[in-house]
């Protein structure tokens, strides 16, 4: 597609269980970001991957969130034992490089909520 | 590390109006990028304009224009003759430059533009 696809767009899931948001960005892309927002607030970094690595994995709160992007395209954030706390919008920008000026492309977002 | 500060919760706006949305930030880096997002009700990250820390003249798109004053660490966001469908959330964000650098977000700003 055109842009950068999140699926799915929305997961309800109980407290304790393990859940995957998968992101798809644009074509040639080879920068990919995945970002956490709770109600009311900016977009929390959480991990960018250049190519197939994590690049910086500063953002991810703990060892139950996990991210992989095993042939440079697609990505997927994994979180084990979701707490309540884990509820938010996760978004997933894609850029075509790292270079100045170069602005990252954003998904719509799967809004998460554990219950 | 790296800090946008938006101090405007919520603005109002008569449309046809312009309207300035304030960003302070606060960074060590020598070189470094700024953003305008608008994220509509819809949920998506829209990329409004760039500014770079060595550019020598503000940065315009259409009708949006970043009054950048380096010396203040200032970046706000200048929307001119306001549409209703410039209603949204609008983030200022931040990055240094140089290879793949995660980017930094305020807390937003919520403009709503009155007909």
């Known amino acids: 597609g055109a842009g950068v696809s999140q699926t799915p767009s929305n997961k309800v899931t109980e407290k304790g269980k393990y859940v995957e948001l998968r992101c798809d960005p644009i074509?040639?892309?080879?920068?990919l970001y995945w970002y956490r927002q709770s109600l009311g607030q900016g977009p929390e970094f959480l991990i960018y991957?250049?190519?197939?690595?994590?690049?910086?994995d500063s953002g991810l709160p703990n060892d139950r969130f996990f991210a992989v992007r095993p042939e440079g395209s697609v990505s997927t954030l994994k979180i084990q034992r979701t707490e309540r706390g884990d509820s938010a919008v996760y978004l997933c920008?894609?850029?075509?490089?790292?270079?100045?000026?170069?602005?990252?492309?954003f998904g719509q977002g799967t809004r998460l909520t554990v219950v | 590390a790296q800090k946008i500060t938006q101090t405007q919760p919520g603005m109002f706006v008569q449309e046809k109006e312009a309207v300035t949305l304030d960003c302070t930030y606060d960074?060590?880096?020598?070189?470094?990028?700024l953003f305008w997002y608008k994220q509509p009700s819809s949920g998506e990250m829209i990329f409004l304009i760039y500014?770079?820390?060595?550019?020598?003249q503000n940065a315009t798109e259409g009708r949006y224009s970043l009054n950048f004053q380096k010396a203040r660490k200032s970046a706000n966001l200048v929307i001119s003759a306001s549409q209703l469908g410039d209603s949204a959330m609008y983030f200022c964000?931040?990055?240094?430059?140089?290879?793949?650098?995660?980017?930094?977000f305020g807390t937003g700003t919520k403009l709503q533009v009155i007909p």
């Open positions: 920008a894609s850029s075509p490089g790292g270079g100045e000026g170069t602005e990252a492309f």
């Open positions: 074509s040639g892309h080879t920068a």
């Open positions: 964000a931040i990055r240094r430059t140089g290879g793949y650098q995660k980017v930094t």
């Open positions: 500014q770079g820390s060595y550019d020598q």
């Open positions: 991957f250049q190519g197939t690595g994590a690049a910086d």
């Open positions: 960074t060590s880096d020598p070189s470094y990028g």
